[in-house]
């Protein structure tokens, strides 16, 4: 059973989230007030972004929508200093423990795979050569890449919980979770800002994730075809001064798209989703879309998808939904009203294709869908509906296993107060064990 103190914190939390969303529900709603939406609360504790590689990690906000308030936070490791890393021929055969001979060969006892030792951060460069962190009057600037020798890093777009009305991809919560995974994962994390309701309901917050799919899409384009214009320039072997190898291609506003973090060290090809709570459900929605688009998404390929306690509902109820309806942090009857919030009047429906993955003829075909690692809770009433979708996507043949942490609750690894516990530093470790199955070059180095 959870601790006392979760249990406490448990009542507190429950109680504060169903005064503010009957408060919502009962407000009157002006649209007018705020079009371009809404993507945090002033009651959210939020962490500023710095483009400094503080604890390892360094971050910057984009808004990159001009027409909405659909922003990104992207978390740069600092693991991105290193040199490139150079793909291995599949004949050859390297073990972890070769790569890493101070690897730790026991790993604590959660509820996922077997112990197979902890993911290695790679040790920092003392070097800080291409940092550029001053401009010539002093004034700070933030990392800046030098575009010779970038060492590419997938790039995991991670979309926030909240029950679709709250929470934020810059609070302190979020930051320390993208945080904790970017270096787990050797990966570059695009937290998404998306709309939340009731001020823009569905599908709002659908569309702002499959947008930012997008714009991934548009960036490395963009990227491409500003090497290809520095190259042709002056023609092959030619030399460019720095201003020239670092111009950007303009809008017609004037205003800088190419975005350099992205531009110097992301590789599209090698996308992750993952999802907390209702960020999972747009995780999956934003992966069914990407199968849908096939080639034309190019050079963005979607490898793998992380769905971490989905927030699934259907109108048959599960054996959990009945016996746990009122579990802790986020009970049925809450969620009931978030669902109310976030579907509009004349859609409203618990099998809506938004709230249940299983009903037929949502498309594409489940045979198509990428790799999928769905996180689960013993105490939480949403669990059965998580891992019939799992089993679902197993019965046609896509690699979509199950970890379910003994004792835990809904969104046990992500809610601020647990964030710091074994049991969510063990689950963002097994994380990155699945995900590196489908990001490394060395293939399927970390397959349990």
């Avoid at 509820?111 to 401009?135: A, K, Q, T, W």
């Avoid at 992380?306 to 927030?311: A, D, S």
Wanted: charged share 20%; proline share 8%; glycine share 6%.
């Amino acid at each position: 059973m959870p601790s006392v103190a979760v249990k406490l914190y448990s009542v507190f939390f429950k109680f504060l989230l169903k005064h503010r969303l009957q408060n919502r529900i009962q407000a009157p709603l002006d649209e007018s007030s705020n079009p371009f939406g809404v993507t945090t609360r002033p009651e959210e504790s939020v962490y500023a972004s710095n483009p400094s590689f503080t604890d390892g990690v360094a971050t910057k906000d984009i808004h990159i929508d001009p027409f909405t308030a659909l922003s990104i936070r992207i978390f740069l490791p600092e693991s991105s200093l290193s040199p490139p890393e150079q793909p291995e021929p599949k004949t050859k055969l390297r073990s972890s423990q070769q790569d890493d001979p101070n690897s730790v060969s026991h790993r604590r006892n959660s509820y996922g795979p077997p112990n197979i030792g902890v993911p290695r951060i790679d040790p920092r460069r003392s070097s800080f050569e291409g940092l550029n962190l001053r401009s010539d009057n002093n004034v700070y600037l933030g990392y800046s890449p030098l575009p010779q020798n970038c060492r590419k890093l997938p790039i995991m777009l991670q979309f926030h919980g909240g029950g679709w009305v709250s929470g934020s991809n810059d609070s302190v919560a979020n930051d320390f979770f993208c945080r904790s995974i970017a270096k787990l994962c050797d990966v570059i994390v695009v937290a998404v800002g998306y709309r939340l309701a009731p001020e823009n309901k569905y599908p709002a917050a659908f569309e702002d994730g499959l947008k930012v799919l997008n714009w991934l899409g548009k960036q490395a384009n963009l990227a491409e075809c500003s090497k290809s214009m520095g190259s042709g320039a002056r023609g092959v072997g030619a030399e460019f001064t720095k201003a020239e190898v670092q111009r950007h291609i303009v809008d017609a506003f004037g205003a800088s798209i190419v975005e350099p973090w992205l531009a110097a060290h992301g590789d599209p090809s090698r996308c992750v989703l993952l999802g907390v709570s209702c960020g999972a459900n747009i995780a999956d929605y934003v992966a069914r879309k990407a199968v849908e688009a096939g080639r034309l998404l190019d050079p963005v390929k979607v490898v793998a998808q992380v769905l971490m306690y989905p927030f699934f509902i259907g109108n048959v109820p599960t054996q959990s939904e009945i016996k746990l309806a009122n579990s802790y942090f986020y009970d049925k009857a809450m969620c009931m009203l978030a669902w109310k919030l976030f579907l509009p009047e004349k859609e409203f429906s618990l099998d809506h294709p938004a709230a249940n993955p299983l009903i037929p003829d949502r498309g594409p075909p489940l045979k198509l869908m990428p790799p999928t690692l769905t996180v689960i809770a013993e105490h939480d009433w949403m669990r059965d509906r998580a891992i019939a979708y799992s089993e679902a996507l197993r019965k046609v043949n896509v690699d979509a296993p199950v970890l379910e942490y003994k004792d835990a609750v809904h969104e046990f690894a992500t809610l601020d107060m647990l964030l710091k516990t074994p049991q969510a530093q063990a689950c963002a470790e097994d994380i990155a064990i699945w995900v590196k199955k489908y990001i490394s070059f060395r293939g399927h180095e970390f397959s349990y």
